[in-house]
């Protein structure tokens, strides 16, 4: 127990033990808790508080014993002690009296007659000097003769206690009475309100069925004035409703009609299948066939059929569903019809006669034409081989523009945009023809390569612009070094192929962004050639895998993303322009594509010039 303690709160209610502890520490006391009367008294041998108030009923030693034991120590006797007691049973008062306790507290206690009550206790320094002379009276409890002995100051303190407790709680009787006078005026408040809102209620419910009562005769004179007729229909197929029109069509008064089945203007086929429909329409409590314009037959009180239009509708009540039926009688539209399918007849007729003869004319010029293709044919077989290679090598670039341009298109498009998604597909489409293309044109042996002077720089810008958006794109620099003047002997469109695939590896080696290196000029050490360079500042190829980059099929792009035949096409067009193709790549620091390629006029045993003549 801490030594600055002021009051020593023994309660065997863990609840009721810390609601008192908090209420005292809000008003600034040092509060120490007990559970019993032994815990308590294990705590007083090491410090004595200013105040102890205990609970009565409590394990071990209750709250009598706990005060009588600590009035007969000399050390303690000064320690003033408040009970905690309802004073409802005079048998407590007189142990309370004879255990010689300072003070009372009834259960349940108001916070702030507690507070008042410690306050007042504390301000009043305890005597316990134990000179008090005892007094001796005899008082009848419960209709026995009882002795009490105990202190001046006891009973004194008994007699105030009892009269607080008989102020503090008639205090709180006049409360209750003031709340429940309170309560009363706010009954009568809500009394007079319900009665005024029932009265308008009353009166809203007249306003109501006066405004059904006017929306009825407002929807009767709209049914009467139909010239189609309407007819009501209830759960069981019983008509309940027949305006004018009705009688007009189908004969019958509306007399006649009330209350009997609708069927009664049914032919006998369709019978059977509305009381199946009627029957799941009850079920379910929905019109399967609602909302739907039908034509079936009618049946008039004579006897005739006649074709009829029907829309149907389902609408609930309390009583059940209901349907309304609104039918068109369609006898001169089908009469109509049946002379335009007569006229129809006679003009197909005519039309056949006229088809015959056009068949003849066909036939005839079906020979002509014959004639004609087979000719035609025979020139187009002698030149497809030669035309199928010029628009595979002339498909590269296009496909390779629509490309990048689709990229770009796509990058500057949100996800969500409604284009983005038509442009997903070009960019797949394309990707799979090039690549259709790419493979037949290299991997064949028939592509004869078109051969011209070429001015290597000129090239080069050529194919940046192409995929300088791409590049803008993906945050990478371009940083060129080329020498002005390299012209060689090439295939314009394979070198495009070959700059557009190392610029495009480049880029994909770059994901964050960084600087495209392009370098141009003659090699010293072989004159007559020059060298091109293309690096990038990426993050390079692993080391286990250069030995293979080279390998068709093999690339280190994410699955989708690259075919392996990149590289390798691009080292065989070098090749066969008679030049070389080295890659080197330090990990972590980027890769670099060496070119050497033979000037114009120094030509190579593998390259085909083509002249003009026989193709060479």
């Known amino acids: 127990m801490n030594d600055n303690s002021e009051i020593l709160i023994v309660e065997d209610s863990l609840l009721q033990a810390e609601m008192l502890r908090r209420l005292l520490e809000e008003h600034g006391y040092l509060v120490a808790l007990a559970a019993n009367g032994k815990e308590a008294l294990s705590k007083l041998r090491s410090s004595a508080p200013r105040l102890i108030i205990s609970d009565i009923l409590m394990p071990e030693m209750d709250g009598y014993e706990l005060c009588a034991e600590i009035k007969r120590n000399t050390a303690l006797r000064r320690i003033p002690i408040l009970l905690l007691t309802t004073l409802s049973d005079p048998e407590d008062v007189i142990r309370g009296l004879e255990a010689r306790a300072d003070g009372y507290l009834t259960k349940p206690y108001d916070p702030e007659y507690l507070v008042s009550k410690v306050r007042s206790v504390l301000a009043v320094p305890a005597d316990g000097t134990g000179k008090e002379v005892p007094l001796e009276f005899k008082t009848i409890i419960g209709g026995k003769s009882r002795t009490v002995t105990a202190d001046p100051r006891s009973f004194f303190d008994l007699l105030l206690s009892t009269y607080e407790n008989t102020v503090h709680t008639n205090q709180s009787l006049l409360k209750?009475?003031?709340?429940?006078?309170?309560?009363?005026?706010?009954?009568?408040?809500?009394?007079?309100?319900?009665?005024?809102?029932?009265?308008?209620?009353?009166?809203?419910?007249?306003?109501?069925?006066?405004?059904?009562?006017?929306?009825?005769?407002?929807?009767?004179?709209?049914?009467?004035?139909a010239n189609d007729p309407i007819i009501g229909i209830d759960t069981f197929g019983k008509i309940v409703m027949w305006n004018s029109a009705a009688t007009r069509t189908f004969g019958y008064s509306i007399d006649e009609v009330m209350g009997e089945p609708v069927a009664l203007i049914m032919p006998e086929r369709f019978r059977h299948l509305h009381e199946i429909a009627v029957d799941r329409a009850r079920e379910s409590g929905r019109l399967y066939y609602a909302k739907h314009v039908r034509e079936v037959a009618g049946l008039r009180k004579d006897g005739t059929e006649f074709p009829i239009e029907t829309s149907l509708s389902a609408w609930k009540t309390r009583e059940g569903i209901f349907f309304t039926a609104v039918v068109r009688d369609i006898t001169e539209r089908k009469q109509a019809e049946e002379s335009l399918k007569s006229l129809s007849e006679d003009l197909m007729a005519r039309n056949e006669q006229l088809t015959t003869i056009a068949k003849e004319l066909k036939k005839q010029n079906e020979e002509v034409q014959l004639k004609t293709q087979q000719l035609w044919q025979a020139a187009k077989l002698a030149t497809i081989?030669?035309?199928?290679?010029?628009?595979?090598?002339?498909?590269?670039?296009?496909?390779?523009?629509?490309?990048?341009?689709?990229?770009?298109?796509?990058?500057?498009?949100?996800?969500?945009?409604?284009?983005?998604?038509?442009?997903?597909i070009i960019e797949q489409e394309v990707e799979r023809m090039a690549n259709l293309v790419a493979n037949l044109l290299q991997f064949s042996r028939r592509y004869r390569p078109q051969i011209s002077t070429i001015d290597v720089r000129e090239e080069m810008d050529r194919t940046l612009e192409?995929?300088?958006?791409?590049?803008?794109?993906h945050h990478i620099n371009i940083e060129r070094q080329c020498s002005p003047n390299l012209k060689i002997l090439a295939d314009r469109q394979q070198l495009v192929q070959v700059f557009l695939n190392l610029f495009t590896n480049a880029s994909d080696g770059m994901p964050d962004?960084?600087?495209?290196?392009?370098?141009?000029?003659?090699?010293?050490?072989?004159?007559?050639?020059i060298f091109i360079e293309i690096g990038d500042?990426?993050?390079?190829?692993?080391?286990?895998?250069?030995?293979?980059?080279?390998?068709?099929?093999?690339?280190?792009?994410?699955?989708?993303?690259?075919?392996?035949?990149?590289l390798p096409i691009c080292k065989r067009i070098i090749n066969d322009h008679g030049g070389t193709l080295e890659l080197t790549s330090e990990y972590g620091k980027g890769t670099k594509i060496s070119i050497v390629l033979p000037m114009a006029g120094t030509l190579h045993k593998n390259v085909v010039v083509d002249t003009g003549v026989d193709g060479k």
Request: hydrophobic content about 30%.
């Open 176 to 225: 209750v009475r003031a709340e429940l006078e309170d309560l009363n005026r706010q009954l009568d408040d809500k009394v007079k309100e319900r009665t005024d809102h029932l009265v308008k209620e009353v009166a809203e419910h007249n306003r109501a069925e006066e405004a059904l009562l006017e929306s009825h005769e407002r929807f009767r004179s709209v049914v009467e004035a």
């Open 385 to 424: 081989g030669e035309l199928a290679a010029s628009i595979a090598h002339e498909l590269n670039n296009p496909l390779a523009t629509v490309s990048l341009r689709t990229e770009g298109m796509l990058m500057r498009t949100p996800p969500d945009h409604p284009s983005r998604r038509s442009l997903e």
């Open 466 to 473: 192409l995929i300088r958006g791409h590049l803008r794109n």
């Open 513 to 529: 962004g960084g600087t495209l290196t392009i370098r141009t000029g003659i090699v010293e050490e072989k004159p007559g050639n």
């Open 537 to 566: 500042s990426g993050k390079g190829i692993a080391p286990e895998n250069l030995e293979k980059i080279m390998e068709p099929f093999f690339t280190t792009k994410p699955e989708g993303k690259g075919t392996g035949l990149g």
